[in-house]
């Protein structure tokens, strides 16, 4: 992907200090999802390194890893699950809870969304301290699920999430 694309993508991204709470910068994805050019490029970028992985499944983590999981599923010709908030999905479900940089939370996945051996490639907007993407991993894994990585458009490289989720491995379009 060419640099300038990936310049657009960053210029893109909206930085809105103290949201929700005070001291935490959010980074806002609107404005990507609003420029035709920026969206396209950030599922382009996204998808690129696993055209040629055997990925079998995209799974998306609530609610902007929907925005863009499934996009990216739909350019690797793979099926989409998505992980929810609790109390969202209709069927049986297994759930993991998870800290995250502003509180904690729960995640949960449809029992039979996923077979085992699966190769499934994670997908989320950001990765902050990797608790929400750790807690998908492993629901995924105990699943029978091989995590092949975790894709994220953004990672707040301080806060150290990818160390958070090794061995799982991760790729991030932008650091900030
Ligand atoms: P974490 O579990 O700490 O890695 O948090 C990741 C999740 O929280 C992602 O789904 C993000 O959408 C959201 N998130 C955490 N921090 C921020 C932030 N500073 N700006 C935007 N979204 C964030």
């Known amino acids: 992907m060419p640099t300038n694309q990936i310049q657009l993508i960053r210029d893109c991204i909206r930085n809105v200090p103290d949201f929700p709470k005070p001291g935490i910068q959010f980074k806002d994805i609107t404005p990507v999802l609003s420029n035709p050019a920026a969206f396209n490029a950030a599922i382009e970028v ?3 390194p696993y055209k040629n992985s055997n990925i079998d499944l ?3 983590i609530e609610a902007r890893g929907f925005i863009f999981g499934t996009p990216v599923a739909r350019l690797l010709g793979v099926g989409f699950v998505p992980i929810r908030k609790p109390g969202k999905l209709p069927w049986k479900t297994r759930s ?3 800290e995250l940089e502003y509180g904690s939370d729960a995640l949960e996945i449809h029992a039979d969304a996923v077979a085992k051996g699966q190769r499934v490639l994670v997908v989320d907007d950001l990765l902050a301290t990797g608790g929400t993407a750790r807690a998908a991993c492993d629901l995924l894994e105990e699943m029978g699920a091989n995590v092949v990585e975790i894709a994220v458009l953004i990672e707040l490289e301080s806060l150290e999430g990818r160390g958070k989720l ?3 491995r991760t790729r991030s379009v932008l650091t900030f």
């Open 46 to 48: 996204l998808a690129a």
């Open 58 to 60: 995209v799974v998306g």
């Open 96 to 98: 993991a809870s998870y």
């Open 166 to 168: 090794a061995p799982f």
